[in-house]
């Protein structure tokens, strides 16, 4: 296991972080990254076989079970999330065990595989998107939200804070899952190789969050990169990111921080 991986394993040791960080998250029409993932289902019929490729704690199942979805499945290589999904889920929630790069499902099994911040973090993204591919029925429909770059005050006050705690924690920069993910004409390459070549659509958009620099902490100290520090180094970077933050803030005392997300809608080859 790599470093990489073994941070990864770690922080989902602790489950639920990933909805708790993102969950008041909204874009301009007031949708978070779950929302805009789920409003493309839309046109999926209600008893489709759909896997929720790193489920985590099985808050996207839960919505799009409310949503009427019938044949959900979830997959994870986390038994710590996987454990809490069974919980809000129920006992006989069909879940499996296992790595994207190697689901050990059946060839041509779902009618569409759907990802939650998730595909950016995971390596060797080929072999990851075949195997995708492999599991997805023809034309199948392929569905994720990820991260991207983004130029923003408030985010980058974190960054330029982390990035010295982290030396000084004697720490390397952690780096998760294929650059090429970040940059929108290499994602686009990777996905007509794997898919559909003429069907895959890439919308970029940005979630934001508005409140005191003690909010906005508290949620972004539940990034991978933040939560894998010293606890004091954590509590460090809290002080420092707040005090940074205050220049930002309003008349109320609120600063809005945003970050850079993109909707992948692909298709399996017919």
Known sequence: MTDE???LARYHETPGQTPAMLETWQDRQGRTTYQVLVEQ???IDRNARILDLACGDGFLLAVLRKRGFTALEGLDSSAEELSAARARLGPEFP???ADAIDTGLGTASFDAIVC???LM????????????ARIGRPNARVLAVINRPLKDPAFD????HLVEVTQSSGLERLRLGDPRMMRRDELLELLSGAFEPSGSIVE???VRLHGPPELLWSKLRMMYDVARLPESAQEELGRRACAG???LANPSGNVTCAMGMRLIDARTRG
């Open 5 to 7: 991986h073994a941070t």
């Open 41 to 43: 289902t839309a046109g």
């Open 95 to 97: 879940l499996h065990q």
């Open 116 to 118: 939650h911040m998730a």
């Open 121 to 132: 973090l995971i390596t060797p993204i080929k072999e990851v998107l075949r195997e995708i």
């Open 157 to 160: 006050e974190l960054r330029r």
């Open 204 to 206: 970029d958009f940005a």
């Open 245 to 247: 933050w205050g220049p």
